[in-house]
């Protein structure tokens, strides 16, 4: 059984930086595509980034570019969401998400092709 479990969420000011993780069992984690999405009370999930399955090419949402980076350790089945320079508007629950048959990125901004979810981790940003 795959199981996610993300860390790493808190309470900061605007401009501050947060690192989240995500530990994922039950699947051989360097076959496969990682990404992160977070989602906004009363808005849909979005997709922020993803990474391909040796770390060696990420992709980023506009929204998110520049400030955000994404990185995996295949050895410790975890991938990372290093936040900087965050806006009030990041504040959401973020979810980590495995590529259920990829080890690139594809398509993956609206996160059908991805699962299982965790229970997310929440990140607020205050102004």
Same mark, same amino acid.
């Given at each position: 059984?795959?199981q996610?479990m +993300? ?7 605007? &401009?501050?930086?947060?690192?989240? $993780? ?5 699947? $051989?984690f360097?076959?496969?595509?990682? !990404?992160? #999405? ?5 808005? +849909?999930? +979005? &997709? ?13 949402? +506009?929204?998110?570019?520049?400030? #955000? ?5 295949? &050895?410790k089945?975890?991938?990372y969401?290093?936040?900087? $320079? ?5 504040? !959401?629950?973020?979810?980590c998400?495995? %590529? ?12 059908? %092709? #991805? ?5 997310g981790?929440?990140?607020?940003? $205050?102004?």
């Amino acid at each position: 059984q795959v199981q996610v479990m +993300e860390s790493g969420g808190g309470t900061v000011q605007a &401009g501050g930086s947060l690192k989240l $993780s995500c530990v994922v069992s039950g699947l $051989s984690f360097d076959d496969y595509a990682m !990404a992160w #999405f977070r989602q906004a009370p009363g808005k +849909e999930r +979005e &997709g922020v980034s993803c990474i391909n399955w040796n770390g060696n090419l990420q992709d980023y949402s +506009e929204a998110v570019l520049g400030r #955000f980076t994404i990185s995996r350790d295949n &050895g410790k089945n975890t991938v990372y969401l290093q936040m900087s $320079s965050l806006k009030p508007e990041d504040t !959401a629950t973020y979810y980590c998400a495995a %590529e259920t048959t990829l080890s690139y990125c594809s398509s993956w901004k609206t996160g059908t %092709e #991805f699962g299982p979810w965790g229970q997310g981790t929440q990140v607020t940003v $205050s102004s």
